[in-house]
């Protein structure tokens, strides 16, 4: 069946800007607006993408289900009070202007303008199987629909009750009324209700006898679609009786539910700036990707979350939509790392790598298979075949052939992952080009060696790789990744990119980049800030400070375990710790003492984490220091003292986001410096296999 749909702009829209369209924008002609366009390059997305309200979010569930079906072909347009009525494929910029808001006078000039009525009339009148109007009262308006007008087929027409009254008569169409009724009954807010119901339709109508059963109006069409499985599953309670499921995230327990916040998922913006850092020329540094996002409106005095529910990624931002720019040159999400989350892989495939991360489709996002989640294993759980078209799928900029980690614990199973990894990379190369993909590949290479890393790497270099990686030395002291580079360095020509993953020390990276790597990654900052008791705060002159651990009494499982026995009453406990925040913000705000918070913080810690390591030095050096006073990045200035503060994933985590900002600029500084790097390398860095290759 041929199916046409036309429904309405949305205010949410994917991408936002404060350069964004608006409605002088519009008024001074469309050279006019192709010239913004032009500047707003990167923010351009297709009317089927731009739109986030739930009316289309809704819809498209529905058309994407259809179209998958291969039964239908769907023409959708969207009426938009700034382009007019377009296709779903025509590219738009983020605008702010709306028919909803505006007088009868203005609405008809501004749709006059536009040429609304003409083109809506001319797409209605083309022959069509079956058609679903979806339009408010004053997108209805806009089109200025009269009798005389002659549909190109049976159409579905929802509307307000109102301007169903309003509608002339109209040959060939049902109008079906909805209101707040139908919204209650639908489980729907009122706004999405039309997404939601044409979605249910597009569900329901497998036969052109449906169609016509619809337009009956004897028909009870609502009824119908009440018995058909809505875009929105409902969610199934838990009996009265069975208490809610505890969710664990950072060692704190919350039973809360995630409430969506739309003004978080908006795709960041990256001034001209960024993208000119002279650093690149040397070596770029890429954050791995793991749900590290906070609550942008995270209200600390009271510990609560946005809306009062749980941190999730609908309502959370990333670290990148923080700062004016990204403190990294790029991110790697690991696909074992992405798909550990059913909501989280969803999520991923129907959006694309960088609309879910929240970048622009320029900026540079690597993707491997995480080698460490199946270091157990006897073969990797990938693919060749299904890592490519995952790669491509996604919209990947760089892609990492399926490796297998060489450790120690398999030792007797060394030669046969060595074999493997090549293998693989082999056929990785080979498939890439015969399907002439548009990414980059880079070959995974293992070794457990300086000269079994070399010889994969010539191999490689043989094969036409011009990007390899270098995995499995997260555990490697700083010498003895120099000494594999330098093998390797040997065998590798000038002009192939070498990575290394999981590895990003400043004192070496100058080193490293002498040796031929031309980009690195590494959570080891950001983590940092809450996996180790000392020195988690980062400064720009290279210092280090212990954060002031204040863990949250309701959910720490160490509060709760100091409860359990009975070692003190939850009242007491609860005072002191509304005691020892209130201490470190009254030294913050220049009225509190070094001793006495000091004190307060070790008593509370005394109880909380009995035989843990004395802490008075740390927190006196950190008191003293003060060193988020003099912090420039945009979380310390906004959040101060309570970066510092050891206490839940919104504070912990901002302070690795501050962390990875200090680190991006030491990096940067030890790059561009003329002095020798420092490389002594006794330590490895700090070690988070979920991340590595």
């Known amino acids: 069946m041929r199916i046409l749909i036309i429904t309405s702009c949305t205010g949410e829209k994917v991408v936002g800007s404060d350069r964004q369209l608006t409605a002088e924008d519009f008024k001074m002609g469309k050279t006019h607006v192709t010239n913004r366009e032009k500047k707003l390059k990167d923010l351009l997305r297709s009317a089927r993408e731009m739109y986030s309200g739930e009316q289309h979010v809704r819809l498209m569930r529905g058309v994407e289900e259809s179209r998958k079906s291969g039964k239908n072909q769907i023409d959708l347009h969207v009426l938009s009070a700034g382009y007019g009525l377009i296709p779903e494929d025509r590219m738009v910029a983020p605008y702010e202007i709306t028919f909803a808001t505006m007088k009868t006078k203005e609405l008809r000039e501004w749709a006059d303008t536009l040429h609304v009525a003409e083109d809506f009339r001319k797409v209605v009148s083309a022959p069509y199987d079956f058609a679903m ?21 049976p159409t579905f027409l929802l509307c307000g009750t109102g301007m169903a009254k309003k509608l002339p008569q109209l040959a060939n169409v049902r109008v079906v009324p909805i209101s707040n009724p139908e919204a209650k009954r639908f489980s729907c807010g009122l706004i999405g209700l039309k997404g939601e119901l044409a979605s249910r339709v597009l569900g329901g109508i497998a036969e052109l006898s449906l169609v016509m059963n619809i337009l009956d109006p004897k028909f009870d069409v609502l009824n119908w679609l009440d018995g058909i499985e809505g875009a929105k599953k409902s969610i199934k309670t838990a009996p009265k009786d069975q ?28 001034p001209q700036s960024w993208w000119d850092k002279p650093h690149r020329k040397q070596l770029r540094y890429f954050i791995p990707e793991w749900d590290d996002y906070v609550d942008p409106e995270y209200d600390f005095p009271t510990d609560t979350h946005w809306g009062g529910g749980a941190g999730d990624w609908s309502n959370e931002t990333y670290a990148h939509q923080m700062y004016p720019e990204p403190n990294y040159d790029g991110i790697l999400m690991s696909r074992a790392v992405a798909e550990k989350s059913k909501k989280k892989d969803a999520r991923i495939n129907q959006m694309g790598v960088h609309r879910y991360i929240r970048v622009p489709e320029a900026f540079p996002v690597m993707g491997d298979c995480g ?39 398999f030792e007797n199973a060394r030669k046969f992952r060595y074999d493997l990894t090549i293998s693989n990379a082999a056929d990785f190369l080979k498939e890439h080009r015969k399907a002439g993909l548009k990414w980059e590949p880079i070959g995974a290479v293992q070794g457990w060696d300086p000269a079994s890393y070399a010889r994969a790497a010539a191999q490689y270099v043989k094969m036409g790789y011009k990007y390899i990686g270098l995995g499995g030395l997260v555990r490697s002291t700083t010498r003895e990744i120099l000494s594999i580079l330098r093998d390797v360095h040997q065998v590798v020509p000038k002009g192939i990119n070498v990575h290394l993953f999981g590895i990003a020390r400043p ?91 000091v004190n307060l913080l070790l008593k509370y810690h005394g109880l909380i984490s009995e035989g843990g390591p004395d802490m008075r030095v740390e927190y006196e050096r950190t008191l003293e220091a003060m060193p988020w006073k003099n912090c420039p990045c945009d979380i310390c200035k906004q959040w101060g003292v309570e970066v510092l503060i050891f206490r839940g994933n919104n504070r912990n985590r901002r302070r690795g986001f501050h962390n990875t900002y200090s680190f991006y600029r030491l990096m940067q500084d030890a790059l561009m410096s003329n002095a020798p790097s420092a490389a002594g390398g006794k330590q490895p860095d700090l070690f988070d296999p979920v991340l590595s290759t």
């Open 371 to 409: 080698a460490f989640d199946y270091i157990t294993q006897e073969t990797p759980p990938y693919s060749t075949a299904d890592v490519l078209d995952y790669y491509t799928r996604l919209g990947f900029d760089y892609g990492v052939s399926v490796d297998h980690l060489i450790v120690p614990a």
């Open 243 to 270: 208490k809610p499921r505890e969710n664990v995230i950072d060692g704190v327990i919350s039973s809360r539910t995630a409430v969506p916040n739309p003004k978080v998922d908006f795709v960041i913006q990256i």
């Open 133 to 153: 109007i979806l339009l408010g009262d004053n997108y209805l308006t806009a089109c200025a629909l009269d009798a005389k007008l002659k549909f190109g087929g």
């Open 507 to 597: 004192e070496a990276l100058k080193q490293f980049s002498s040796l031929g790597v031309t980009s690195v990654d590494s959570a080891s900052y950001l983590r940092r800030a809450w996996l180790v008791a000392r020195d988690n705060y980062f400064t720009l002159d290279g210092e280090s400070y212990s954060s002031l651990r204040i863990p949250e009494v309701g959910k720490s499982f160490r509060a709760k375990r100091v409860l359990t026995g009975g070692k003190t009453s939850e009242k007491a406990l609860l005072d002191l710790e509304s005691k020892c925040l209130g201490a470190v913000r009254e030294f913050n705000q220049g009225q509190g003492d070094i001793p006495r918070t």
